[in-house]
């Protein structure tokens, strides 16, 4: 007896084009990779009347992939990490292309899908798909969409899945340099706070001047020396604010003065006056 392979109807160009549309809404309306993800696998399973989907990431250094965000699947499978070796997701990364597996019976699930049996997975007959997530020409990861057999996969399905991928793909590089720019930031902030504190604690007045010779910074010593505060000078004019520094002062002059009594930084700039 020939079995009869399921084929869903196919979904209208509409909907696919709701559904693009709400991916690319959660795209940019968060940074939050996890929700935009989550997002994504939920829209793209109904779609394709699938049984469930997971996003998978892929951990290079540890050569294991950790499945980040799943939909319709066992909730133990979410945060899963498992080696590469073995496992559809590492062929997948090692071939850097779509996956098509149809159908996969209990006996020849992957080491990976193992640890499903411990969680109370029924064994069933399933279709998989999988297809890679590319970032600056790497794969990092990979969408894996699974249907209960039997279910024929079709080139329609693949390729809608990868253009989600394409989408999937962006908020995670979208993330990941908010990430990086988030933490260069503190990063800076930390060292800001570090040369801010060992100015204050230096008994020598300093200040620095930007290119258009105004204030961006005074210690509390340079504070005392010019008998102005910080508020009241920081992006003020030195040459408006004290005129009597340009009278009759040659620049050599002007230098020596300033060693004597201020540090400043000259690297960036000129004084505007002739010798």
């Known amino acids: 007896m020939t079995k009869r392979v399921h084929r869903h109807p196919p979904w209208s160009e509409r909907q696919e084009l709701k559904t693009a549309q709400r991916i ?4 940019n309306t968060t940074l939050d990779l996890s929700e935009v993800l989550q997002r994504i696998i939920t829209e793209i399973v109904p779609l394709l009347a699938a049984r469930s989907g997971s996003v998978i990431l892929y951990d290079e ?3 294991e992939g950790e499945v980040v965000t799943s939909y319709g699947a066992t909730p133990g499978l979410h945060a899963l990490r498992y080696p590469l070796v073995g496992s559809l997701a590492g062929w997948v990364a090692e071939h850097k292309r779509p996956l098509r597996v149809l159908p996969l019976t209990p006996d020849k699930w992957p080491t990976s899908w193992r640890v499903g049996e411990q969680l109370g997975v029924s064994p069933v007959h399933l279709s998989v798909l999988l297809v890679p997530l590319w970032a600056q020409g790497t794969v990092i990861g990979c969408l894996e ?4 057999s039997p279910h024929l996969i079709t080139d329609r399905e693949e390729r809608l ?3 989600v991928a394409v989408q999937a793909a962006i908020a995670i590089t979208n993330a990941r340099l908010y990430q990086e720019k988030e933490r260069a930031l503190e ?7 570090r040369a801010t504190s060992i100015l204050e604690s230096i008994t020598d007045a300093f200040y620095t001047l930007d290119r258009q010779w105004r204030f961006t910074y005074l210690n509390k010593q340079a504070e005392r020396l010019l008998r102005r505060t910080q508020a009241e000078l920081l992006g003020k004019n030195m040459w408006e604010e004290f005129p009597e520094a340009t ?3 040659t620049h050599k002059e002007f230098y020596q003065a300033m060693a004597e009594q201020v540090k400043v930084d000259f690297e960036v700039f000129h004084p505007p006056f002739e010798a």
Do not use: D, G, K, S
């Open 145 to 148: 969409v699974v249907w209960e």
């Open 161 to 163: 899945l990868e253009a």
């Open 187 to 193: 990063a800076f902030q930390a060292a800001h706070r």
């Open 247 to 249: 009278v009759a002062v």
């Open 24 to 27: 690319n809404q959660a795209l």
């Open 61 to 63: 250094a540890a050569q």
